[in-house]
């Protein structure tokens, strides 16, 4: 049944109702516009008063809020403080939160306010209500006022439950508004029931059961899929070039893609809308777009120097003292330099945004922080009213600050407007690492000092942070808004130390983006905390003080210092003057940390937030630097907690993000171009579930005290508390997070110099050869060169061939796969047009179906006969031999004529094919006869008598139409297979590794008959990989063959292996997985982490989540322990999209995601882990970069 | 490219689909099948927003294009319960609050269901081990983890002769 509470969709709504009691107010004034701080927008006074509760006659009530729950619970928390003055239950409100169309302005969801500041109108409006319904309550039930009670919206006589009237019954009928009057009186905090108890967030069971709440979930009829093609210059915000970069776009690029609407191009803004989503991806990635030059990013490779370079305006905060004379006359300098680097708000779900345009007015059902402000910047966008457009805002994936859930909105508008339907953007995962306005890098730099008795001679403390709001993105690059660089006056955030310093000196540096950056949770705060207390106990350490000691001699707030001792009590502080005072356990270094921290928030000098204070154990692997903070414990004091569970799993997350942050998190950009590299979770990667620290949260009881912001706060100390704990552990510092492995380690145990290997590189094999051959095959041509034409003949009727000949045909076509190279991407079976890259150029395959004109439907037997024998077709002109008629030859009639029946008994497909067009030599095709002259034995071979039958069958079919040996065979000079110990040695084909099938083979577990058997199969085996690439269609052909001949492909293949039953490959498998498992040497660094966080959801020694499909040990895998990389490489690249069978498993393509360095990253450190024995690849990148460029990948 | 229409079992119910045989199996839940359990999350199996189960194992739904699918039995959150009816995983994630904005919670709530199938009685670092590249960006582990316990009681309760 829907209530009345959850049916308004406008204010108009409201205003119209009957049976209604509303608490309304005048928008505030627009407020004086704020140099540097996040923009305001007042609100429309054209919109009438805004409605902050309303009563309604079924017993709902509506509570409006204008801050919106960005995954903090606040959605809850607000209906507790509305239903706990109104005395309803929590099932009676319906919680509005921040709909342009029905919410209060109240400005951006940021800096911890909503339940400190923003809740207030609200529990005045709900206090209001409640007062006017007990005075017509007590008309009704002739009582005074404060004989009255209420509980659950029903007014009763105290002692008399009898004597009662409904909330509904008080409204039922009238249309009741009443200006807020803020000087309400509202409930003393004694008398609460309902705040300060834990309550169950409201939003959690729809969401468990996947009912509609997400953005992402929103469906309007007729609505379209849209995607954006963003400018390479990914993460910039300032600077001529945007807006203008854009050369062209082809739109005829995307012509093969079904259900394209439209391509929009404005500026530097592109996008493209389909009618499905995955055909809108697709268009994409394969839009051809071209941009100008650009100049690249300033540099970025040393944090310091680029915010120092960066252009800044002095201001100076803080100044008591003398800070100059005393650290002129302090005993001992320290001056200390802190760095923080860029980080991510790293949203899970990619922002999303649905828009629905209509002439004059739109509606945006967007995941925003700040809907009135998203309004404006949709208004300015597409020079609309403000009024015109209602921003619904929906849930998102937790923002923790600003990500690019505007920026999506803005994308989505233009894209509406453009076609004129409903669009939904969603943003990529590389999308949204690359271009969400990132939480800024950070300069602190500390002069200070100690006095001779270790007090503190005086602390000048300068503050560097590049950010500000983050122009939306579209306004940007459709250059509605000037690209000029922005500082904003945020980086003064907690600047103020809350040590009672007396000589003290605070100066901020505002200054301008270097990349795109905004708030993310504790803005300039952490940072500046991080400094601040990593160098007190920098001081302590100094003074030979203990660091929590230390600390209270300066603390001067109260409950601070109780906040303080009551933490380390509880985490059972060990006291220490200098560090490594705990026993090591084994390699394990381990080390406690404390710091403090008041979250200051808001325009300077700003609003203190709660209180927070850690207490951090971790343990430092001195053999891999890996830390592991074992264990935090968090005291904090947020005065009365409105939902106290809501409060505890807040500080939960803080703990748990911010321990992520100071141990992995950083932004990579590109060496070059200082564009962001860190595109998806493996080069940006957080804190999983192994790594969760023991949190042991210990909130004050300070129900007396009002309600302070709970949602940054205890995130603010703890960088510092883990730094400090690091320090503690091995007695070094480290001023720049994230604390990685590797830092750790080389601070640990400096590795000497190594002179730098020069890259090495290859000439392509065929370079020389090629050569060769061009002068050779100029002497024999006249002679050998032309043959003569067979004549046409008219197309055989397929019906004089039995069907059982048809069938035989068609499996032995199968095992020659004549459709894999036959058959074009997408194109019509056997109809041709295929490329084939060849060292020699590229070859395009003919049309095996019997059209007369463009396939073989004049053929005759004996010309078909000819070419498969021969390679010569019917013309008389000689086929090169990428048509491997040097296998095929060995076929007997018999099977020939099944074959031609089958191809006869095809559908005929008119399809012209593209010439091949070799360069000279090797378009002189009569130069193939030297060719053949050399290299080809026509006819069919005896069988050997000497073998089985089974043999021999398998010799046939491998060597005949199965022409194996034409990809695992390396070719000489002249492109012929070569002899002897070379058959079936391995060799390259197009880019892959066909690998050898002897007993050379370089996979690590010998292949029994049984196992080639699976393989050619079901396209996986149990001791080896899964068949990929160009060997997949191989597989999915040979399924048409019977057991019996694979069977025989199988022994006779296995017959050059050194033979090993089935128990032994066995064996050997599970040995070298436990080898692999034990005995690997344990490397942690920014290679493992990668491989890790990208691979491992499916890659894991057997200690991950078990998914679908098969996922043999990559031990096993005979790609990793191949002398070279390419067949890693290409599977890295481009997934597995297609299988053998189903249970085979499937692989996404990571060309998108990963660069080339960080594909050579993966494979290197793959090398090392699982082929530990062979010899490391040498310059992978470059082998990346050759793969991914390969023109066979683009047919 | 697939023309003829897939058969995929979804939740239960027999469904005919005729969409391209390459498309994301996420894409088609929810753009063709309406459900919103599945999310988007990363598209590279990384984040296991997007799980579902196929044929009763885990799965990322969106690097498994839809023709993996055919022939196959595909769960979604939305197939495990109803608020009226809650499957008890379902019901050990509410009663532990495990979710902050809630956008991991499919994944995390689709993977403890794989994983108590597998092994009812899993180790905290099984635990742990299995839900390690399930991301969660709020930090709702902690509560998550005691879910699982909670949700391993709950079966354990549901299977004892009442």
Redesign the interface.
Known sequence: MTRRADTPYSRRDFHEAQGVLLITREPPPAPPPVKGQPAAVPGNPAEGVEILIAVWDDGSVTALSGHVD????IRTALAQIAAEELDVRMDQINMVLGDTTRAPNQGATIASASIQIHANPLRAAAAQARAWLLSQAAAHLDAAIDELEVNGGIVSVRGNSEHAISYADLVRGRHTALLLDLNTAVKRPEDYRLVGQST??V????????????V??V?VPGML?GRVIRPPYAGADHGDFIGNTLESVDESSIAHIPGIVTTVVIGDFVGVVAL????AEQAMRELAVKWKEWPALPDLANLEVALRDNPSTRRVVANQGDVDAALANAAVRMDRTYVWPYQLH?????S?AVADWHAERMTVWAGTQNPHVLRADLAKLMDLPDVAIDVIRM????C?GRNCADDVAADAALLSRAVGSPVRV?L??EQEHQWEPKGAAQLMEIHGGLNADGSVAGYDFQTSYPSNGAVTLALLLTGKVSPQPIAYEMGDRTSVPPYDYQNLRVTINDMAPILRASWLRGVSALPNSFAHECYIDELAAEAGVDPVEYRLRYLKDDRAAELLRATTERAGWMPHVKPQQQEADGDFLKGQGVAYARYVHSRFPGFGAAWAAWVADVEVNRNTGEVHVRRVVVGHDAGLMINP?GVK??I??????TT?RALKEEVKVDARTNTVISK???SYP?????E?PV?DVMMMPRNDQPPQGAGESSSVPGTAAIANAIFDATGIRFRQPPFTAELVKAALSPPPAEPANPPRTRRPWWAVPGALLAGAMGIGAAMLGWKSAIPEVTRIDPSIYSAEVIERGRRLAAAGDCSVCHTAS?GVRNAGGRALDTPFGKIYTTNLTPDPETGIGKWSFTAFQRAMREGISRDGHHLYPAFPYTSFTKTTDDDLMAIYAYLMSQEPVRAEVPKTALAFPFSVRPLMGLWNALYLKPGPETADPARSAQWNRGAYLVNGLGHCTACHTPRNELGAEKFGKYYLGGAMVEGWEAPPLTAITHAPVPWSEEELFRYLRHGHTEHHGVASGPMLPVVQELAALPETDVRAMAHYLASFNTPVSEQEAKKASQELVTASRLGAERVVNADSRLFT??C???HHDG???????VNRPLVLNSNLHSSTPDNLVQIILR?V???AS?DAG???A?MH?LNDQQIAQIAAYMRQRYAPDKPVWNDIESTVARLRNAEHAKN | MNTSPLRVTVNGQQCCLDVPGDAPLLFVLRNDLGLNGPKYGCGLGQCGACTVLIDGKSARSCVIPTSGAAGRHVTTLEGLGSKTALHYVQQAFIEEQAAQCGYCLNGMIMSTVALLQKNPCPTDEQIRNALAHNLCRCGTHVEILKAVRRAMQLAAAEKEPK
């Open positions: 960005l995954g903090t619970g169950p967030r939003d959690i069971p729809s969401k468990a059961v996947g009912e509609l709440t997400f992402h979930d469906r899929h499905r989503e995955e055909h790293a949203s899970i779900g990619p999303c849930e998102a994936a937790g923790y969603q990529t995962r569970d799993h807040q939960h997350g803080n703990v748990v993000q992520s998806e979770w493996g957080i804190l999983n579930f192994r969760v949190i997408n966080t990208a491992g959801s499916c200690d991950g989540p078990a998914l679908v499909g997934g999209r297609e299988t189903h499937y692989m996404p990571f995601s």
